[in-house]
């Protein structure tokens, strides 16, 4: 493999990893009946989190963490009003993008503002040329999420509270416990996917910086019929379609700007139109749980 071939194959692992940790977290809380449009979100504020505690601390584990405990923090608010007072997940969700948006960028402005120096966050040292530790531990994830699923009590428990909810209940599964967790769980890896963002790809924060991954993360779950495996094929075409699009930039070719950096959305698109009604969705999925005693 030639020079070219080589960076090509290491930037879609790059630009893969955030949305295949994403993407995990989805299909758990999907997996669980719970579906969260919020993802973007999500992905935002953790990457927020992790650019203001890491230029703040110096420390990755501590940007990370932070993170991760901001993606939760808003997952627990989605899931309070979707879980516990049967609000809409659509709206919900929706709501969830704008009130992320708008408050890492208000963020943003107040603590780092224009004449202020330009600032950056800790860098994720490689393992090796190219690889990165959050690479392993997107890797130990879908590995542990498919056993989980697939494997586990535990797994048949949420596969169960998905596909039928009441009848989970009626044997004894915790339902609303269940889908809390795997929300919560869902939150950790959105921003999980923020971190990666700031720490190992950009090195920088700027407002709206994932740009639709959190949308193409929930189509990844579809594109690949909720099984961890052909999710994280997804993942790799859209990480190599972004990868390439970056190349051809750098190349020279005369391709417009605007065509080549569409190319990822256009796949989302295509994925959705041709895998929406093909993708066997739990039975109970967004469908609000009442126990009836």
């Given amino acids: 493999m030639d020079a070219a071939g080589l960076a090509l194959v290491l930037a879609t692992l790059r630009l ?25 979100g999500l992905m935002l504020v953790g990457a927020f989190g992790a650019f203001a505690v890491g230029v703040a601390t110096g420390s990755v584990l501590l ?30 969700g929706t709501a969830v993008n704008l009130l992320a948006l708008g408050g890492t960028g208000s963020a943003y402005r107040l603590l780092f503002p224009p004449e202020r120096p330009i600032v950056s966050p800790p860098a994720v040292p490689d393992l090796v040329p190219g690889v990165g530790v ?24 949420i ?11 009626n044997e004894g599964i915790p339902v609303m416990r269940l889908r809390w967790a795997c929300t919560l769980f869902g939150g950790a890896c959105a921003g999980l996917a923020g971190a990666i ?25 579809l594109f690949g ?16 379609a972004n990868a390439l699009q970056f190349q051809l930039q750098a190349a020279g070719f005369e391709i417009p700007y605007a065509l080549l950096l569409m190319t990822p959305y256009v796949l989302t698109l295509i994925v959705l139109a041709l895998y ?16 009836r005693t």
């Fill in 197 to 221: 963002l700031v720490l190992w790809i950009s090195q920088s924060f700027v407002e709206g910086m994932t740009a639709g991954r959190g949308f193409i993360a929930l189509s990844l779950v």
């Fill in 134 to 157: 959050f690479l392993l531990v997107a890797v130990l994830l879908v590995v542990a999420v498919a056993i989980l699923l697939s494997r586990t009590r535990i797994g048949l428990e």
């Fill in 63 to 92: 940007a990370t963490g932070a993170a991760v405990g901001l993606g939760c923090l808003l997952a627990a608010i989605f899931a309070w009003f979707v879980l516990n007072q049967r609000a809409d997940p659509i709206v919900t």
């Fill in 276 to 291: 929406a009604g093909r993708a066997h969705a739990p039975g109970d999925l967004a469908r609000p749980f009442v126990a």
């Fill in 225 to 240: 019929g909720y099984r961890p495996a052909r999710i994280v094929a997804g993942a790799l075409l859209f990480g190599g």
């Fill in 16 to 40: 893969s990893t955030p949305l295949g940790v994403a993407a995990m977290g989805e299909l758990v809380g999907q997996r669980a009946g719970v579906l969260n449009i919020g993802i973007e």
């Fill in 159 to 169: 596969r169960a509270t998905g596909e039928r909810a009441e009848a989970a209940h």
